[in-house]
């Protein structure tokens, strides 16, 4: 017990030396690759507290695609911040000083932590969990269980969310063509997307574009395991759907943006991100037609309800990882079409 | 009190770190930073809630008696996820904002949205990107 | 020497080996003059580390599934760890970053 709270402790201590880091530093590129050595270590941390699924995620999200967009988003703008004027440390150090009391006091009455014993721990919904999906669904992985079935509404909600934010993103950063296009302009003719860019084409790093070319069906080929692996150890669809996405931006960094954008094209994409919800709510829907509730997978092998359970998983799984993928694909294509400016 | 108790403490420091970068930097970038660490911070909370020690990650084998609860995995899980699905909305919003005001600062875009009523389609200062023609798509 | 002993002290040398590369990794990051010495320092000993670590790793795993997954991981840390530090220096290089010169003052 010593050495996990050692090990606590030092990871903590990055943690916060890390976050530290982070708010005094004025380069901004530093900034978001601390923030992304900030996820890596905190994936660690997830380990060490048992959370090895969402260790998984946090690994593809954080030291992956989110730092990819930070990056962008600071080669489309200024990457120096100025300095902090003194007539705003003060309020925000008091409302720091004062919520974090605030939170200290109140953590008093929080359990010890690890007990086996807190309020937590006793509920009967971590019977249900831990014991009786076992014969309810059969699944080894309880997170997925929870994830996909039990708490499979939620889960829908937050599909919804991401393919939200996703539209969101397209609706603000799609250029449209100018409805007055300067006569005799080559650009008229193409969409005025894709400016032109002086910019250094990844391709011509040889060694880059040959190890990238080697990874690349690797790639793609595990974000596959992890989705249809996802009941039986960490994965399933969030992660799925990150690892692909990962996949498809490091083709799009390495060779350029045409190409990926020829592999994956516009229309595909926007009718990739509607499928994945559409096959989630679908799903529930075709549960309601063979007679049960929404999301409710048992009927859908009628005479066995874990086979249906399982089946539903997967197919739910599937489209999350599907949504998911498209949202971040859409997401940095949307980002990277923009042109760089310096 | 100490070990009990000592994840918690960590992580409000990590969330009051997080909260100071939010509230006193000025720059949009280093706000949504600061915000991903607010957030990484809660996840931490939620997931230190869920552990036993002695136990092992809810993942069903054979002899093992103790799992950590599965249910904060879940919730973080789906949290981590719309959380990059949001940051990257706010991040398109701070590339909208630069289009318009040619800046990411704070104090900056409050001046140049005082001087002159045609803030968005003027924008001052010669550190806006080639983008060619004006913004199409902001209305006068 | 029972076979468990054996591949304990092992293991216990290889994580030594493999800890003690990253920290010295670590140290020429801070001590090295300019940029690209610190990047083949990184890069040597990143790639050096994790492997030792692995090995470590690999001698203890209860069964094959989890050893070839410890060896592809391997594999891969060992293609993708050279190419990020290759691409690295030349970007450096693409875009100017000068080379220290024996003599020179410690530059950034």
């Given amino acids: 017990m010593n050495t996990l709270a050692l090990l606590n402790v030092f990871l903590f201590a990055v943690l916060v030396a890390t976050a530290l880091a982070i708010t005094r530093i004025r380069a901004l590129y530093a900034a978001a690759m601390l923030a992304s050595l900030f996820s890596l270590v905190l994936a660690s941390l997830f380990v060490m507290l048992d959370a090895v699924d969402v260790a998984f995620t946090e690994a593809a999200v954080g030291a992956g695609v989110s730092t990819v967009l930070f990056l962008s988003v600071l080669a489309l703008t200024r990457s120096r911040e100025a300095v902090t004027p003194r007539r705003k440390r003060w309020p925000a150090g008091l409302v720091v000083l004062l919520t974090g009391g605030t939170l200290l006091f109140a953590s008093q009455d929080l359990p010890p932590f690890g007990a086996p014993d807190t309020p937590v721990q006793q509920h009967p919904v971590t019977d249900v969990y831990l014991v009786d999906s076992t014969e309810q669904i059969g699944i080894p992985n309880t997170v997925t269980a929870v994830l996909a079935s ?193 | 009190m100490i070990e009990t108790h000592y994840p918690y403490w960590l992580v409000f420091v990590l969330m009051m770190i997080g909260l100071y970068t939010v509230i006193s930097h000025g720059n949009l970038v280093k706000k949504l930073i600061g915000l991903s660490l607010f957030q990484a911070a809660v996840f931490i909370l939620y997931i230190s809630l869920g552990k036993v020690i002695g136990g092992t990650a809810p993942v069903l084998e054979e002899g093992v008696d103790s799992y950590s609860h599965p249910l904060p995995h879940v919730l973080i899980l789906t949290a981590i996820v719309v ?52 913004e199409p798509g902001v209305a006068p | 020497m029972s076979l468990d002993l054996l591949l304990n002290l092992a293991t216990g040398l290889l994580m030594l080996a493999g800890g003690g590369f990253a920290v010295t990794g670590g140290v020429g990051l801070l001590r090295f003059p300019d940029f690209y010495t610190r990047v083949h320092a990184v890069g040597l000993t990143d790639s050096a580390g994790a492997g030792l670590i692995l090995l470590a790793l690999l001698l203890q795993v209860p069964d094959w599934g989890t050893a070839v997954r410890l060896v592809l991981i391997m594999l891969f840390l060992l293609v993708t760890g050279p190419t990020a530090t290759q691409a690295l220096a030349q970007a450096a290089r693409r875009d100017g970053v000068r080379i220290w010169l024996d003599g020179e003052r410690d530059r950034g």
Avoid: N, W
């Fill in chain 2, 83 to 134: 959380g990059v699905a949001t940051t990257a909305l706010g991040l398109a919003l701070a590339v909208r904002i630069f289009d318009a005001y040619g800046t990411l600062e704070e104090d900056q875009m409050l001046v140049r949205a005082g001087d002159g009523d045609d803030g968005p389609e003027d924008p001052a200062g010669p550190d806006r990107g080639p983008d060619g023609d004006g």
């Fill in chain 1, 150 to 342: 039990y708490r499979g509404y939620d889960t829908l909600g937050e599909l919804v969310v991401i393919f939200t934010a996703g539209v969101a993103v397209l609706l603000l950063l799609t250029r449209l063509p100018h409805p007055q296009d300067p006569a005799g302009a080559p650009e008229s003719a193409a969409p005025a997307r894709y400016p032109d860019r002086a910019s250094v084409v990844l391709a011509d790093y040889r060694v880059l574009r040959v190890v990238s070319k080697l990874l690349m069906p690797f790639i793609l080929l595990f974000a596959c395991y992890v989705l249809f692996h996802g009941e039986y150890g960490p994965g399933g669809g969030f992660q799925a759907g990150m690892i692909l996405a990962a996949g498809v931006i490091l083709f799009g960094l390495v060779f350029g943006l045409d190409v990926a954008r020829r592999v994956l094209p516009r229309p595909v994409l926007l009718v990739l991100i509607a499928a994945g919800v559409l096959l989630y709510a679908g799903v529930g829907v075709a549960d309601l037609l063979l007679g049960g509730a929404f999301l409710d997978y048992d009927v859908l092998r009628p005479g066995s309800p874990q086979a249906g359970q399982q089946l539903g998983i997967l197919l739910v799984e599937t489209g999350v990882g599907i949504t998911v993928a498209a949202v971040m694909t859409a997401v940095f294509f949307s980002f990277a079409g923009r042109g760089v400016s310096r």
